[in-house]
Every structure is written in C-alpha cells, then in structure tokens.
C-alpha cells in the first residue's frame, strides 16, 4: 500500500476542517495551518511504521490539538486562547462534532474576506478549504511556487493584522459577503474551464477543485439559493468537459461537439441543483439565470433543438441582474440564433463601442461567425484574424486563425 498517497488523500478530505477547528480556537489562520501541517508531517513519519489509524481524520485532530498546546505553552500565552482551547479538549465528542461545520464554514469566509485581493482570496481558499499544496495552487494559476508562497502568506498575514473575526457573518452582513464567497469559487471554476493563460484551454482539475468548494458550501448553506444556483451551473458546464476537443486537442464549439460525450450524471445532478436553488422562493439570482441558461443546453439533445427564445429571455433577465458587456455579447449569440444575424450584429456593435472589451477576442470571433453567416467573408476573414492575435491560450489561436482562413478562401458574394 502506497502509504503517502493514503496521507494526502486524508489530508485533501480532512485539512479544511482541521484548519477551521484549529483557527477557531487559536483565532489565527496562519497558526492554525502551521499545526495542522505538523500533524500531516507527522502522519507521513509513523503511518508507514504503524498503520493507518482507522479513523485517520480522528488522528489528525489528536495530533493538532497536542501540537497546539504544547506550542501555547511553550509560547507561555496562558491567556484567553488558552482557556479556549482547553474548553474545547475537554469538551464531549459530539459537542465538538457539532460544531464542525460551523468552523469550517468561518473559515471559507475567513479565506474569502473582501479585505483581500480576489486573486489572494482564490489562492487562499484552494489552500485553506480545498486542501492544495502551494505548489498545486501556484501551478493552478501559472505563477512561480515562491510567487505563490508570498501571496498566501501576506494574506494570512492580512488578515492577522486586521483581526479579522474567525465566526460566520451575521444576518445583515451574510448576502454581501456570500457573494464575495460565490466570486471566488466561479472565479476558480472560470479558470479551469476556459483557461485565460497558459497554452491549455481546459485544466479540468482546477475547476473540480471549485465545484468540490461549491458543494462543500451547498452542503452548510443549504437555505441560500444562490449556492445551489452555482453549483447547479458549474456542473451544467462541467458536463461538456470531455466533447469540448477533438482528438487531436484541437477546439469544438458548442455546435459541433458530439452531444452524447456530455455527462449524464453531471447534467442530472445539475438540474436538481437548480430545482432546488428555484423552489426556494424569491427572485432568482445571477447564478441561477445562467444555470438555467446552461440547462437549455443540457436539455437540447441537438444543438438544433435549443430553444434560443428562451436562453435570450433568460441573458434579458441577466442583463437586468448583471449587467456587463460579456452578458450583452453572449445575449447577441442568444440573438443570431433566436431573430438572425441582422440582429445579432447590431447587439454586437453596440458592445463592441465598449472600453472595456478593446483586447476581449471574443467580440471578434462572434462577430466574425455573424459576418460570415451575412455573406461578408472578407470582413469575417479580417475580425477572426484580429481575434486570433488577442487569444489568451494557443489553442484558441489555432481555432480563430483556422476559421479565419476558411472565410478568406470564401468567394466573394457578386
């Protein structure tokens, strides 16, 4: 038996609570970590003489509760936290159970506290709540392990200094700050679904990390719609994972990929998920609409058989909730298929006068597929070859530069 391998799966199940317990009573994350790391290290020193203890998640906290004392005395801080923490060991086994849910979702608050940058709360919330290694979440976000090293301790260190509160946000402050949380984990799924750098366009892992952070919340907040709307649209796009290359690697649009790839089981779960976030009650949210925008796509068995009326009604409603030039681009493909390419190029105009999407290569590459279906191919020719040269990743490249030249060796319409 690959005893390594066991201590970092147990260590990928169990570190997040580990480090919420620990957080709780130490009141600081950066301590809290350093425990429980010394736990997982002396997991990799004795389970390999002695066994895997047969509850090892027990063991963990046994080991980190000791480490933790030993450093409070050592420290001689015979104060508050101290008491804390010895009500806590003394407390009965099914108290503390209790509680265990509550600290872990303190923590992924604590992780995504808006005091910090949305990268260094991403960073922080794969190391703390999904339970990735510095070197995992550097090569997560294709920065240099020591970059990484330094961002996550300035904001451990940031959130020290500001003393920031180790406990659940109250009733007024939660809707804010869950949709800071919500950011974060989408920011981390977006990531891993379309990658914006780097030569890969899907990094599969990355957004499983995210989904996994999703269901963790769903499972303690079971009441906030929103978090069900998420995670309902997070597997809803997960599912076309394995239909989005050819293979070759090369790209598939939505039109051209072969539907029975799509996951099943993944769509199943992501269309009870939004059941669940509209029967809720209440107007639904920005994640849910684009749940349920993806669910059109899910339920389409062709992409002839979407029903476009309803995706553009549903990007309208979005529009209304979240408004931003990407919305308006993505209700313009709602448009091509829904009232024509006329009216798809005019939306598509409209968004393209805006600063913001100057170096967005996505304007281009719809643009280009309306002005191809409108018989100009030497315009469509030209707006694929500028999207091309803004593509974050060489396989998009490849896509645009490909279509570009299809559209140039098009006859010109007399």
């Known amino acids: 038996m690959d005893v390594r391998r066991t201590v970092e799966a147990v260590w990928r199940i169990e570190s997040a609570r580990l480090v919420a317990f620990l957080a709780r009573v130490t009141r600081d994350v950066g ?3 350093e425990i429980a790391q010394e736990a997982f290290v ?3 020193e004795q389970w390999p003489r002695q066994g895997v203890p047969r509850s090892p998640g027990a063991w963990l906290t046994t080991v980190a509760r000791r480490r933790a004392i030993d450093l409070i005395r050592r420290e001689r801080m015979r104060d508050e936290r101290y008491a804390r923490l010895a009500a806590d060991l003394l407390a009965p086994e099914g108290e503390a159970g209790r509680s265990a849910d509550s600290e872990l979702l303190s923590l992924i ?29 550097a090569r997560a976000f294709l920065v240099p392990s020591a970059t990484m090293g330094q961002r996550i301790s300035r904001a451990k260190r940031t959130l020290s200094e500001a003393q920031v509160p180790f406990e659940v946000p109250g009733d007024e402050e939660l809707p804010a700050r869950l949709s800071a949380v919500l950011e974060v984990v989408y920011l981390v799924f977006n990531e891993g679904y379309s990658g914006t750098s780097g030569e890969e366009w899907v990094r599969r892992d990355l957004a499983e990390d995210a989904m996994r952070l999703g269901r963790v919340l769903a499972a303690l907040l079971p009441r906030e719609p929103e978090v069900h709307g998420l995670v309902a649209l997070m597997e809803l796009q997960a599912s076309r994972f394995r239909a989005r290359t050819g293979p070759d690697g090369e790209l598939l649009l939505l039109q051209d990929q072969d539907r029975s790839r799509w996951d099943r089981t993944l769509i199943t779960h992501g269309l009870s998920c939004l059941a669940r976030a509209r029967g809720a009650g209440g107007p639904l949210g920005p994640y849910t609409v684009q749940a349920a925008i993806a669910a059109c796509h899910a339920r389409a068995r062709r992409f002839e058989d979407t029903d476009w009326e309803a995706v553009a009604a549903l990007y309208d409603a979005l529009s209304q909730l979240a408004p931003s030039p990407v919305v308006a681009l ?3 493909v709602a448009l091509l298929h829904a009232d024509g390419p006329r009216a798809a190029l005019e939306a598509i105009d409209a968004v393209r006068a805006d600063p913001r999407m100057a170096r967005y290569h996505l304007v281009g590459a719809v643009r280009g597929d309306v002005l191809l279906r409108l018989g ?17 990743t060489a396989r998009e490249r490849a896509l645009l530069v490909k279509r570009a030249a299809a559209a140039a060796s098009m006859p010109a319409s007399g």
């Open 31 to 33: 301590l809290a970590e």
């Open 42 to 44: 002396s997991a990799l």
């Open 109 to 137: 608050f604590v992780a995504c506290h808006p005091i910090l940058s949305r990268e260094s709360r991403a960073a922080l919330a794969l190391r703390l709540v999904g339970g990735l290694t510095t070197e995992e979440v």
């Open 330 to 332: 993505n209700r313009a």
């Open 376 to 392: 100009r191919y030497a315009e469509a020719a030209g707006e694929l070859r500028r999207a091309a040269g803004l593509a974050p």
